[in-house]
């Protein structure tokens, strides 16, 4: 058992068609929603001793946006029947442009889903037919402006940068679009080349290419410098918020190393030095959930120095960075003399701060942030 309250993600594993950048674990049997449900239902079940309460839900995939009200209002009923659910809780989920309505919006906020995450990605419709996606602009605008006319005061907008093609006076453009409509969060995320993916393939054909180390940087620096200037609060590397209370509450779990459990194909979850994942199989999730098997494929126990490294790697990826004090309570070690030649160098480079308890990131040290880690 855990005292801090942990986040609760459910991976809704369906999707009409396939992007072509995306490794998500989907499938585009759709059919099988009604039994996938009822499974989920029982896996949640499953855990109900495991967590002494949740005070986030985020649900993803996928494209959680083609369940029913019905099968929706099935799900939160479970979670709140078999688990300890905080009152204040931020419940979030993912929606596709064009599958929603004001109406929809309005049965959604009815169930206690407090924020949603629209995947808008471009408002271009050539780069949005080159990703693959179902929606185009003019759908992109209309969600957004239906999920406002429904009474969404915590809205998030996920755009991707780097897209082939694409030039940075397109990003700028499209970054400026967006903020009209001054959603409370973005996350603007690298395309990235991820195997198995088409995108991979076609890169290794020719027929697309991957940006520079220079580009990369271009585009970082550039969404960093065109949000802030708009008041957005860059709080992770690919995270802003326009206010802090506007932050991710359940992705924080993630960078802060908090529990969290996952329901669903392919979920993951985290309690104190033990993660265990499902199998990445609707067909093999819906053979064993319902008889009651367990859907666990493999677990880790993590030693004390992996989780010093993980605690380094998601810290450092955030504008707070590391709380010296609570890294040396945990770990029993004081991390500026454990490391000191190395942080002193990359303070020296200005890609690291130390202020007020903490080791934080620069802006220049976000954008290598996955290198930090290995200080």
């Known amino acids: 058992m855990q005292n801090e309250k942990a986040g609760l993600y459910i991976h809704i594993p369906f999707c009409q068609s396939k992007c072509a950048y995306c490794n998500f674990y989907s499938v585009t049997s759709v059919n099988l929603i009604p039994q996938f449900v009822a499974a989920l239902i029982k896996e949640i079940k499953l855990h109900q001793r495991q967590f002494d309460a949740f005070d986030t839900v985020y649900i993803g995939g996928g494209t959680p946006s083609l369940l029913s009200f019905g099968q929706l209002s099935e799900i939160l009923a479970a979670i709140n029947e078999f688990h300890k659910l905080d009152k204040e809780a931020e419940i979030t989920m993912e929606v596709n442009p064009g599958d929603v309505s004001v109406e929809y919006f309005k049965l959604l906020i009815s169930l206690g889903i407090n924020r949603l995450n629209i995947g808008v990605q471009s408002f271009d419709d050539k780069i949005l037919r080159f990703l693959g996606r179902r929606h185009n602009?003019?759908?992109?605008?209309?969600?957004?402006?239906?999920?406002?006319?429904?009474?969404?005061?915590?809205?998030?907008?996920?755009?991707?940068?780097?897209?082939?093609?694409?030039?940075?006076?397109?990003?700028?453009?499209?970054?400026?679009?967006?903020?009209t409509f001054r959603p409370e969060h973005f996350s603007c995320y690298e395309l990235t080349l991820e195997a198995s993916t088409p995108f991979y393939k076609r890169y290794h054909e020719n027929k697309i290419k991957k940006l520079t180390e220079k580009q990369q940087k271009k585009f970082f620096f550039t969404t960093a410098k065109e949000l802030e200037k708009v008041g957005y609060i860059h709080y992770e590397v690919s995270n802003f918020a326009r206010k802090n209370n506007f932050k991710s509450r359940h992705n924080m779990k993630y960078w802060k190393h908090a529990p969290y459990l996952g329901i669903g194909p392919a979920a993951h979850s985290f309690l104190e030095n033990r993660r265990w994942w499902n199998v990445k199989s609707a067909k093999d999730y819906l053979n064993n959930v319902p008889q009651g098997i367990s859907p666990v494929e493999s677990e880790e126990i993590l030693t004390a120095e992996q989780l010093k490294l993980e605690t380094l790697f998601l810290a450092l990826r955030t504008k707070d960075g590391i709380d010296l004090r609570a890294y040396q309570k945990r770990f029993r070690t004081d991390l500026l003399e454990e490391k000191k030649m190395v942080i002193e160098s990359l303070i020296n480079s200005k890609l690291l701060e130390l202020k007020k308890g903490f080791l934080r990131p620069t802006l220049a040290g976000m954008a290598v942030a996955d290198s930090l880690a290995l200080i």
């Not at 907008?157 to 499209?174: E, F, H, M, P, R």
């Open 137 to 179: 602009a003019n759908e992109a605008h209309q969600a957004i402006m239906y999920a406002r006319a429904a009474g969404f005061k915590n809205l998030g907008i996920d755009l991707i940068y780097g897209v082939y093609g694409q030039s940075i006076n397109l990003w700028k453009k499209t970054l400026a679009e967006a903020t």
